[in-house]
């Protein structure tokens, strides 16, 4: 079976314990989009392990982890954590596989990143990787892809070509020295030199998998609102992190996917600038960002952070045809005295059940709210679903009747075995 894990929210809704345990059942996973701005955090045994561009199913012995061609890929961050797996005992060398058709992100994309966001008025929160400058180029057909880089006539033509016309502009616009050619060169054939026996064509080698009868899991980094056509726009990622990423990301053709599991946070959260209708108010939000230890696995950002908002899961569970869906972190929520689902928003009078498009609604929005009893006692090591609190199953079953899905995995804890199944 071949599935997809997406995130419905705004990112970290806890994709990589979901993608850690699917990992274990699968053959091959493969990452489809972004970059290194994104963050896993996995903990098995004790140990935490933090995954920006390496599928964490390389933590699986005998799994082959994919970076597809829909990755934006910085060499020397890869290097950095191939150089972490190795020193954690976890040899990728014949595991892991980058496709030949992922985009570099190169020494330009992160400054021009940084310059652009100081600029900004209205600052989209970037991560500053130069993600964002690396997707730009792709799309203006100037970016420089690793089957580029294996090829150093090919690589310093087109370096040259950029660096042309992009020094002229740092200088011009940004007051910026520019780029020297020799320096970045040297640097990426070194990093050319390293990564060669990791690069194939990737969308082979999955199509082979697939004739195999193999299962294989695309993992969705960020979430749907952060969608650079769905999110919420400008404060979004630059790729396709929904569903259909996965089949433009790795070249797996749409027909192959047989699941889309979607992943949420029993609450919401969402790191950086945006509308947020359901943010908590600001001391009740500080509370629950420390019960939830929610601060960022890639910038160690604090997260903003809100009640459970099923319009935008509901528009999530339509634009990924999601099948089945995980609630994340449950065990957050232990000890309130009540809690809010949000099930509209009204705006100048009006009552939306759709997620608006309109910025001007969504920043305006007012959220509607059903309010349920909270439980006493802690769900952490609850194993099956009539072992929670009985407003612990009422809460996850009112989700479940909100959003019209059905509800695979409740996880209560960030070990393995806190997961129910069912
Ligand atoms: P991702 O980007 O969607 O994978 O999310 P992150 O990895 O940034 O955030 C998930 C964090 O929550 C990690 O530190 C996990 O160990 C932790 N986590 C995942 N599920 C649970 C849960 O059910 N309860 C608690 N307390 N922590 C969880």
């Given at each position: 079976m071949n599935i997809v894990i997406v995130g419905t929210?705004?990112?970290?809704?806890g994709k990589g314990k979901v993608i850690d345990i699917l990992s274990e059942k699968v053959d091959v996973v493969v990452r489809y989009q972004g970059g290194n701005n994104a963050g896993h955090t996995v903990v098995v045994d004790g140990a935490e392990y933090i995954f920006?561009?390496?599928?964490?199913?390389?933590?699986?012995?005998g799994k082959v982890c994919c970076i597809g061609n829909g990755v934006v890929v910085d060499p020397e961050v890869l290097l950095q954590e191939i150089a972490g797996l190795e020193r954690a005992g976890i040899r990728p060398a014949r595991r892991l596989k980058i496709s030949d058709l992922a985009h570099l992100i190169l020494p330009y994309h992160r400054i021009l990143d940084q310059l652009r966001e100081m600029k900004?008025?209205?600052?989209?929160?970037?991560?500053?990787?130069?993600i964002g400058p690396c997707y730009a180029d792709k799309i203006n057909r100037c970016g420089i892809r690793m089957v580029d880089l294996l090829n150093s006539r090919v690589f310093a033509d087109k370096l040259k070509d950029n660096l042309r016309e992009k020094n002229e502009i740092f200088r011009k616009v940004y007051g910026h020295p520019g780029f020297d050619f020799n320096k970045i060169y040297r640097q990426y054939m070194g990093y050319a030199a390293k990564l060669s026996g990791y690069v194939c064509n990737t969308a082979l080698l999955l199509d082979e998998a697939v004739n195999r009868g193999k299962d294989i899991l695309f993992e969705g980094a960020q979430g749907t609102f952060l969608d650079?056509?769905?999110?919420?726009y400008p404060f979004v990622?630059?790729?396709?992190?929904?569903?259909?990423g996965a089949a433009v990301g790795t070249g797996?053709?749409?027909?192959?996917?047989?699941k889309v599991i979607g992943v949420a946070k029993a609450y919401t959260t969402r790191v950086g600038e945006g509308p947020f209708p359901t943010e908590f108010p600001a001391r009740f939000g500080t509370f629950m960002r420390d019960k939830g230890s929610?601060?960022?696995?890639?910038?160690?950002r604090p997260r903003r952070c809100g009640w459970f908002d099923s319009v935008m899961v509901r528009e999530a569970v339509m634009i990924n045809g999601i099948t089945d869906l995980a609630v994340m972190?449950?065990?957050?929520?232990?000890?309130?005295?009540s809690i809010k689902i949000c099930v509209a928003y009204k705006y100048k009078g009006k009552v939306f059940r759709e997620f608006p498009h309109d910025a001007s609604v969504i920043n305006g929005a007012v959220p509607v709210y059903k309010e349920v009893p909270g439980w006493r006692?802690?769900?952490?090591?609850?194993?099956?679903?009539?072992?929670?609190?009985a407003n612990a199953r009422s809460y996850i079953s009112r989700l479940q009747d909100l959003l019209g899905t059905k509800m695979s995995i409740i996880s209560?804890?960030?070990?393995?075995?806190?997961t129910i199944f069912l």
């Open positions: 929210q705004w990112g970290d809704e920006h561009l390496i599928p964490s199913g390389i933590l699986h012995k900004r008025t209205h600052k989209i929160g970037t991560t500053n990787r130069g650079i056509d769905f999110g919420t990622t630059s790729s396709s992190t929904v569903s259909g797996v053709s749409p027909d192959k996917i047989d929610e601060f960022g696995a890639t910038t160690g972190k449950l065990d957050i929520l232990d000890g309130l005295k006692g802690a769900v952490a090591g609850v194993a099956k679903f009539n072992g929670l609190p209560v804890g960030c070990a393995r075995k806190d």
